[in-house]
């Protein structure tokens, strides 16, 4: 299976749409809540799509959607799903990497997201992925459920390949 990341665009509305009906019960983007999110915020999303072959069409897997706010360097996971029939497969890593990556060229020093408190397999792959516990947030989704608010900071591409800036 070749698997693509990529920006998405406003022909993923569709498809975003679906993922984000199978993937979630509640708490759910609507189709102009998506249309928004793709085309006016200051933000990115990105997917992560099987390549289509011969006989098989491109198909959305995930997505992940990163929102900037003017003169600010955190950014905000807002929104970030696998298809529940890929959940455990890398894939959630490989989306979340290019997400961190789209971060830093946007100027990012920190990524911050929330996520709910009983989605140990997110707070799983957050935890790996070096972020870490910030604050609890008691009934923050619409059924009650609590969510804790996580932060990594990014490493700069000097921090990355081990130089330092000089002041």
Request: charged share 25%.
């Amino acid at each position: 299976m070749t698997i693509q990341l990529r920006r998405a665009t406003g022909h993923d509305l569709d498809a975003l749409f679906r993922l984000e009906q199978s993937a979630f019960t509640g708490d759910r983007f609507n189709r102009r809540q998506l249309w928004h999110l793709l085309n006016r915020a200051h933000a990115e999303t990105w997917t992560l799509e099987r390549a289509a072959a011969a006989l098989t069409p491109a198909r959305l897997l995930g997505y992940g959607t990163l929102l900037f706010r003017h003169g600010s360097t955190r950014a905000r996971l807002y929104s970030f799903c696998v298809h529940p029939e890929f959940r455990g497969s890398g894939l959630g890593r490989q989306l979340l990497e290019a997400l961190e990556g789209a971060a830093r060229e946007h100027g990012s020093d920190r990524l911050g997201l929330e996520v709910r408190a009983d989605n140990r397999a997110a707070l799983a792959l957050y935890r790996r992925m070096g972020f870490r516990l910030e604050r609890w947030l008691p009934e923050y989704y619409e059924d009650g459920c609590a969510a804790w608010q996580m932060a990594k900071a990014l490493e700069t591409r000097a921090m990355a390949d081990g130089s330092t800036a000089q002041g």
